[in-house]
């Protein structure tokens, strides 16, 4: 992965419109945040969210001293599995399109929880399980017309359901997570694998298929690809689904949710309805 980082360098700012859009999707988020974060880390996006920044000067001012890190670039070159920092070191932490690269992202929350001070703020995104599912559908069925069989091609992603789960998992209060998804239309499929080779984000599996990729295989994928997700115009989709991590580091000043059996006002009352048990039939039958 550290190798794809670099050899993406050169090209990267062209290609990042996803790591630029995620960039500015957390910097919205945060402008919605009525306080100050005085040290904060962002993880991933080669400096995008630092840019960002520097163009939002009112949100700026409310965020100190800012550490770019990534696995290939940055002020700090790391691991996002094997944090260097020390426990309480940061108020805030972003991470734009950098966590789908984690092989142990329960673990990687973890150690954010840990790097957060009390009542401070995570916000992660990375693709989705939805993403790139016209690639993946391509080459397996080229592959099993061609040799019988397919292999891994696309890195596995999170699903939605599971993001929420994982930041409770790790010790976050108020965790949630949304989606977006994103349809990129490209004139040819291979212009899409040049994207993601600028971008550094083409598959660094260790467990690779026995066979190679052949051109004989894609060039078959590229004709399913235009066969099956091709639009009116003839230009080919790919879908790339972002997911949206929040989560807060506890701290007693937090809501907290009531225990079960504490409410002091009936929601028929609140609702101007009248209360009935769950046998009783409604008025008229």
């Known amino acids: 992965m550290r190798q794809r980082k670099r050899r993406a360098r050169a090209g990267f700012a062209e290609a990042a419109f996803l790591h630029a859009r995620a960039a500015a999707d957390l910097a919205d988020r945060l402008e919605a945040i009525p306080r100050r974060f005085e040290h904060a880390l962002a993880l991933g996006g080669g400096g995008l969210f630092s840019a960002e920044l520097s163009s939002r000067p009112e949100l700026a001012a409310r965020i100190g001293a800012v550490i770019e890190a990534d696995v290939a670039s940055g002020d700090v070159e790391l691991d996002p599995e094997r944090l260097p ?5 940061f108020d805030l932490i972003v991470s734009p399109l950098a966590l789908h690269w984690a092989n142990d992202l329960p673990g990687a929350f973890i150690q954010f929880r840990q790097a957060l001070k009390p009542d401070g703020l995570l916000l992660a995104s990375m693709f989705g399980g939805d993403t790139l599912t016209e ?6 069925q080229a592959e099993s017309e061609l040799i019988g069989g397919a292999g891994p091609r ?3 992603f999170a699903a939605l359901q599971d993001v929420a789960g994982l930041l409770q998992r790790a010790g976050f209060a108020l965790p949630a997570a949304d989606r977006d998804v994103v349809t990129v239309r490209y004139g040819e499929p291979m212009r899409l694998l040049s994207d993601l080779r600028a971008m550094g984000e083409t598959a660094a599996l260790r467990r690779r298929s026995p066979h190679g990729l052949s ?11 235009r ?17 949206t ?17 504490s409410a002091k006002t009936r929601l028929a009352d609140a609702l101007g309805a009248k209360e009935q048990s769950a046998g009783e039939k409604p008025d008229g039958g």
């Open 227 to 243: 066969e099956r997700f091709s639009d009116a115009e003839g230009r080919v989709r790919a879908t790339f689904e972002i997911l």
């Open 85 to 89: 920092f020390a426990p309480e070191s």
């Open 215 to 225: 051109r004989r295989i894609l060039a078959r994928a590229f004709e399913i690809y």
């Open 245 to 261: 991590a929040t989560g807060w580091a506890p701290h007693e000043s937090q809501q907290k949710p009531l225990k079960p059996g």
């Open 154 to 156: 696309v890195a596995p």
């Open 135 to 140: 690639l993946r559908l391509a080459l397996i």
